[in-house]
């Protein structure tokens, strides 16, 4: 499966953007589907999860109460509402997928076999 992020941008502090992960070749339906932030010289990081089934997601806690994952399988989507947002939020943000990822595995970057690439989201105080 290929994935593509897309819907960063530059908002400021308090802001909302939804960031899209769409995917090509094959139905993102049989997927577990995470969210992952980077920052130059800094480790991904886990943001959000959400299971093929779409009824069980996981956040970081950071972004618990403020950014939202959920996912369309008729329109083979992924999304992130980011709401509330914060200059520590500004990073480049990656969806990544894999099948049948067990509890315990969904906040490891190196679980996900499928990367995007890609979309920067810059927050201004």
């Known amino acids: 499966v290929q994935l593509q992020a897309f819907g960063g941008g530059l908002v400021q502090a308090g802001g909302s953007l939804r960031l899209s992960c769409a995917a090509s070749?094959?139905?993102?339906?049989?997927?577990?589907v995470g969210w992952f932030r980077q920052v130059p010289g800094k480790e991904r990081e886990f943001v959000a999860a959400?299971?093929?089934?779409?009824?069980?997601?996981y956040y970081r806690d950071s972004v618990k109460g403020r950014f939202a994952i959920s996912r369309d399988n008729a329109k083979n989507t992924v999304y992130l509402q980011m709401n509330s947002l914060k200059p520590e939020d500004t990073a480049v943000y990656h969806c990544?997928?894999?099948?049948?990822?067990?509890?315990?595995?969904?906040?490891?970057?190196?679980?996900?076999?499928?990367w995007g690439h890609g979309t920067q989201v810059t927050v201004s105080s």
């Open positions: 990544a997928a894999d099948r049948g990822l067990i509890t315990s595995s969904y906040g490891r970057a190196e679980s996900y076999g499928y």
């Open positions: 070749g094959r139905t993102l339906s049989g997927y577990d």
């Open positions: 959400i299971r093929r089934s779409g009824g069980t997601t």
